[in-house]
């Protein structure tokens, strides 16, 4: 093979990727490192952005506890989120997977298909249902739960339920995959061994479906903590969690500045936890992935 | 296959009962008679149906959003398709890297994204326009497609291809009439979940609409936060139907699981 000729096969996956490639440099990279740049930037109620190198952003993030809050906030929420999607969507994957034909694919239909309706349109749902009059507070009224109505909206509460019904979804899919995998016969084995069915759920399916639970704990505590309709509709404008509080300084007080260093922190904190979580996930769980 | 038990099925039921129950009340409240929130006790009534056509800046968005979707899609898979091959065929330093940077935008927060976005098309002065909403949305479409393409280029017999070869045609030939054909279901697929993903895209959209140009989501999200009334309850419905025709459609042309779950099976 000639030289002219080697050089044309390194370089024909370049000449393929290089239509994206070149989109993904210009509208990817390029405004993400701007965003960055913007976040150093200083911000006046009259000059606008002063576009001079200052850690005042930084710093106000740092030391003042109207960010720190929003930010402890955020965490909090996701945390949650993420407990409560793998308590009632890892059970839910596994009693799916038990399923026979026809169920089973309707069923994961009708667990997966909300993953595709808009976001705003499911939000609105919830808040329909979490209204001081809307059918939850009716139903636990009816119901002698509570003795008068229980303030679900512009609440962390109502935040939590809304979100682990848009993300649940993740979940059911993470586990789902890694049930796919799992040899029935193994089950088959411990049981005809005399194992119960709680253990066999516990010593043998747990275990390999724990990578499962944990990738997709990880998506949806990434996406929980970077939520932003969600939040916005359900926590109206003031209980503020970090993406509608992005938002608020960039379409609202206009100190873009700031706003841009609070996204950044959102992304590195997003960021660190993902690849954290993998790291984990890889070294506990190498001998699944084999 | 050991069979569920009735505390299992209990459970099953109180899920779907979560999954479905803010879906359902948004298309119960979208048919009242009342002037006001209300579930449909005296008769159903479309009249909030038809009060969407009377609210031009819903028809005006609504209108926006398809062709901000079919086209960030078609291009999101032109771009995607040679991409795929590339990634798919060669081993090449920074494979891995390109991979990771197509696949970057599901990683990003979408307000980061957005706010980027907002920063970079302000500075060079298509702000607020529909070419940036075009370009931003392919940009967060394109993982979409690309998983879906890169599996069926991965799956691809090359035994046929190198037939094609050996007979003759040309790369271009060969590609038109032997590797597209192969990897048509991965493509189209990959082009409808892009559609739908560019479609529903809310979060960083908020960021770059302007009043002139702006998507259904993001109209419905602005509208939302000032009140909520049946008229939103209608167009979500609206929207909720559409999207149910597509993913039935979508179920039958690919499956749902193997959409959502990957190739791996």
Redesign the interface.
């Known amino acids: 093979m000639s030289t002219a000729e080697t050089r044309r096969r390194a370089s024909t996956p370049w000449l393929l990727a290089g239509p994206a490639l070149l989109l993904f440099v210009g509208v990817v990279l390029i405004p993400i490192a701007m965003t960055v740049l913007l976040s150093f930037h200083d911000w006046g109620q009259y000059k606008g952005i002063d576009p001079i190198i200052t850690l005042k952003n930084w710093r106000d993030i740092a030391t003042d506890s109207y960010f720190f809050e929003i930010f402890l906030r955020t965490f909090r929420i996701a945390l949650m989120v993420t407990a409560i999607s793998v308590a009632i969507g890892a059970p839910e994957a596994y009693i799916l997977n038990r399923m026979g034909p026809p169920w089973r694919g309707i069923f994961l239909v009708i667990v997966l298909g909300p993953l595709l309706i808009s976001v705003v349109a499911r939000t609105l749902g919830w808040a329909l249902l979490l209204g001081s009059t809307g059918l939850v507070n009716v139903a636990l009224l009816r119901l002698g739960l509570v003795a008068a109505p229980v303030q679900f909206m512009f609440s962390e509460t109502g935040m939590v339920i809304a979100l682990v019904h848009v993300l649940l979804p993740f979940v059911v899919i993470s586990v789902w995959a890694s049930l796919q995998r799992l040899d029935p016969q193994i089950e088959n084995a411990a049981v005809s061994l005399g194992a119960s069915a709680v253990t066999v759920l516990r010593r043998i399916v747990l275990p390999q479906v724990m990578p499962g639970i944990l990738s997709g704990s990880v998506v949806v505590f990434a996406l929980a903590a970077s939520a932003f309709a969600t939040p916005a509709i359900i926590g109206g404008r003031r209980l503020k969690v970090a993406s509608t509080l992005a938002y608020d300084e960039f379409l609202n007080t206009l100190n873009w500045p700031l706003g841009a260093a609070v996204a950044v922190l959102l992304l590195i904190a997003v960021a660190a936890i993902i690849v954290g979580a993998n790291r984990f996930t890889e070294r506990r769980y190498a001998e699944v992935f084999q | 296959?050991?069979?569920?038990g009735p505390l299992?099925?209990a459970?099953?039921a109180l899920?779907?009962g979560?999954?479905?129950?803010?879906?359902?009340?948004?298309c119960a409240?979208a048919f009242t008679p009342e002037g006001y929130?209300s579930l449909p006790s005296h008769g159903l009534s479309l009249r909030w149906f038809r009060a969407i056509a009377d609210y031009p800046e819903f028809v005006r968005a609504f209108r926006d959003s398809l062709w901000l979707a079919a086209l960030s899609s078609s291009i999101a898979v032109l771009?995607?398709v040679?991409?795929a091959?590339?990634?798919a065929?060669?081993r090449?330093t920074g494979?891995e890297a390109?991979l990771a940077?197509?696949m970057?935008?599901l990683?990003?927060?979408?307000?980061?994204?957005g706010?980027?976005?907002?920063?970079?098309f302000t500075?060079i002065g298509i702000g607020g326009t529909f070419i940036g909403l075009v370009?931003?949305h392919?940009?967060i479409v394109?993982p979409f497609a690309l998983r879906l393409v890169l599996a069926a280029s991965t799956g691809l017999d090359r035994a046929v291809e190198h037939a094609a070869v050996s007979l003759g045609a040309s790369p271009l030939t060969m590609f038109r009439r032997v590797t597209l054909p192969l990897i048509l279901p991965g493509v189209v697929s990959g082009w409808v979940l892009a559609f739908?993903t560019s479609?529903?895209e809310?979060?960083m959209t908020?960021?770059i609409a302007s009043p002139a140009t702006t998507t259904l989501?993001v109209r419905?999200?602005l509208y939302?936060?000032d009140n909520?009334d049946p008229l939103?309850?209608s167009v979500?419905?609206a929207?909720?139907f559409l999207?149910?025709l597509?993913?039935i459609a979508l179920?039958r042309l690919y499956g749902?699981?193997r959409l959502?779950?990957?190739a791996?099976?």
């Open positions: 296959m050991s069979r569920n299992a099925l459970f099953h899920f779907i979560f999954v479905l129950a803010p879906i359902v009340i948004v409240v929130l771009l995607s040679p991409a091959l590339a990634i065929r060669y090449f494979r390109l940077l197509f970057s935008p990683m990003i927060p979408s307000v980061v994204l706010i980027a976005f907002l920063r970079f500075v370009l931003s392919i940009v394109m739908i479609f529903d809310v979060t908020v960021f989501p419905l999200f939302i936060q909520i939103v309850s979500s419905a929207l909720i999207t149910a597509v993913m179920d749902l699981d959502f779950v990957g791996g099976k």
